[in-house]
C-alpha cells in the first residue's frame, strides 16, 4: 500500500516542523561559518548602498536595544580589563568598580601612538587591551577619580604622596 502524502510524520506538525528548520539552519550556519562570512563580506562590497540603507532602518529601529547592548558589553569588557590590572585603585587601593578609571601612566596620546590606533576608550579600546595584556599591564594601571585628579592636577604632592605608583 502507497503510503498517503500527508504522514510525514511528526513534520505534520507546523510548530515541530518550524523548529526543525531552526535547529537545521543553525546547525548549517555553524559548519558553514567562514564561507558565509565571505559571501556576505563579498555581498556588502558588491550592495554597498543597499546594505548601509538597510543598516540604518534596522538601527533606527532596533536602536534602545543596539544602544543597552553595546553598554552591556562595554560594560563586561572594562570589568575585564579592570580586573587584569588587580581591580582596586594602585595609589590609594578603593576597589569600587564605579570609582576606578583606566589610567595611561605615560598618557593618553604616546599610548595611542604606541598601540598605532586611534581611539582612545570605549569598546574598541578594551578589546585590544584583553587581546595585548602584554602592553596593558606595562602602559596602564587604574586609580580611582580621586587619585587620577590628584595625579593630573598635583603631580608632585601625588608623586610625594604614593611614591610607589608610577
Ligand atoms: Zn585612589
Known amino acids: 500500500m502507497m503510503p498517503s502524502a500527508s504522514t510525514n510524520g511528526p513534520f505534520d506538525r507546523l510548530e515541530t516542523r518550524k523548529e526543525y528548520m531552526r535547529g537545521y539552519l543553525q546547525q548549517y550556519r555553524h559548519s558553514n561559518r567562514l564561507r558565509l562570512q565571505l559571501y556576505g563580506r563579498k555581498w556588502r562590497q558588491q550592495n554597498r548602498d543597499r ?3 538597510i543598516k540604518r532602518r534596522s538601527y533606527i529601529r532596533r536602536r534602545d536595544i543596539a544602544l543597552a547592548y553595546a553598554r552591556k558589553r562595554r560594560l563586561e569588557l572594562q570589568k575585564r580589563v579592570f580586573s587584569m590590572l588587580g581591580g582596586c585603585c594602585v595609589a590609594c587601593g578603593d576597589a569600587d568598580f564605579y570609582h576606578l578609571k583606566l589610567d ?5 596620546r604616546l599610548c595611542a601612538r604606541l598601540e598605532r590606533r586611534s581611539a582612545t576608550s570605549g569598546t574598541g579600546l578594551y578589546i585590544w587591551l584583553i587581546n595585548h595584556p602584554e602592553f596593558t599591564l606595562r602602559e596602564a594601571q587604574l586609580l580611582c577619580h580621586n587619585c587620577n585628579q590628584m595625579k593630573s592636577l598635583f603631580p608632585a604632592q601625588f608623586y610625594r604622596h604614593f611614591p610607589q605608583v608610577k
Open 51 to 53: 546594505y548601509l540603507a
Open 104 to 108: 595611561h601612566i605615560r598618557g593618553k
